[in-house]
Every structure is written in structure tokens, then in C-alpha cells.
């Protein structure tokens, strides 16, 4: 079992940026895609960006595309997701995930909630207009 710890979340005027950490242990962090998903109060959780366990391909939510960016650093079992241009309707906790065991030549595209087996606790993000 793998265990996901984010920070960097906080409050920020419209227009700021923060980057996102999540910090991986348990498992061979490199040979698994990884997520993050939001969820804002009320709302169900969604896909915001996720990352192959190459970095070779990334994926994201058409409302994020151009403003957030996910990166991986397998060497420190951590996955950032840089976010610029916030907005205050990106106001939402944000989890990070560990996508489910894949063989590493399979091509997939990990987007939904099911393609993920782990999840941290959440980090709360709050963008003030």
C-alpha cells in the first residue's frame, strides 16, 4: 500500500500561483502513473492532471489546460502540480493519487477515478476573488 502526503495548498488572490507537492512511499514510486483529482465543497471529485510513470504523457481537464502543470521527480518519489492563473472556481481540495498497477508497456490514459488505488488526505486550496 502506497501512502500520499500533499502540501502546499493555501490561500490566494485570483491571478496567483501555487505549486502542489504530494510525497510517495510504500511502493516503487517510478513505475506508476500518478493524479491529482479536486473536489469542491458540495461537488463530486474530478480529474484535474495526471502523469505516466515515464513523465512521457500528461493529461489534463480542458477547465485547467494552459494553467496548471504536472511533473514528476522519480528520484524523490514526489509529484508537483504547478498552478498559475487561478481562479477563484479552482477553489477546492486537491488529492493526489497513485494510479493502479500497470505493466509498464501498456498505453493507457489515466483520467478517471477508477485508475487510481490510493489517495492522500487532501490539501485545501482557496483562490479569493
Known amino acids: 500500500q502506497v501512502q500520499l502526503v500533499e502540501s502546499g495548498g493555501g490561500l490566494v488572490q485570483a491571478g496567483g500561483s501555487l505549486r502542489l507537492s504530494c510525497a510517495a512511499s510504500?511502493?516503487?514510486?517510478?513505475?506508476?502513473?500518478m493524479g491529482w483529482f479536486r473536489q469542491a465543497l458540495g461537488k463530486d471529485r474530478e480529474f484535474v492532471a495526471s502523469i505516466t510513470w515515464s513523465g512521457d504523457s500528461r493529461y489534463y481537464a480542458d477547465s485547467v489546460k494552459g494553467r496548471f502543470t504536472i511533473s514528476r521527480d522519480n528520484a524523490k518519489n514526489t509529484v508537483y502540480l504547478q498552478m498559475n492563473s487561478l481562479k477563484p472556481e479552482d477553489t477546492a481540495v486537491y488529492f493526489c493519487?497513485?494510479?493502479?498497477?500497470?505493466?509498464?508497456?501498456?498505453?493507457?490514459?489515466?483520467?478517471?477515478?477508477?485508475?487510481?488505488?490510493?489517495w492522500g488526505q487532501g490539501t485545501q486550496v482557496t483562490v479569493s476573488s
Open positions: 493519487a497513485s494510479g493502479r498497477p500497470r505493466p509498464l508497456s501498456m498505453i493507457w490514459t489515466p483520467t478517471e477515478l477508477g485508475d487510481f488505488d490510493s
Open positions: 510504500g511502493r516503487t514510486f517510478s513505475t506508476y502513473a
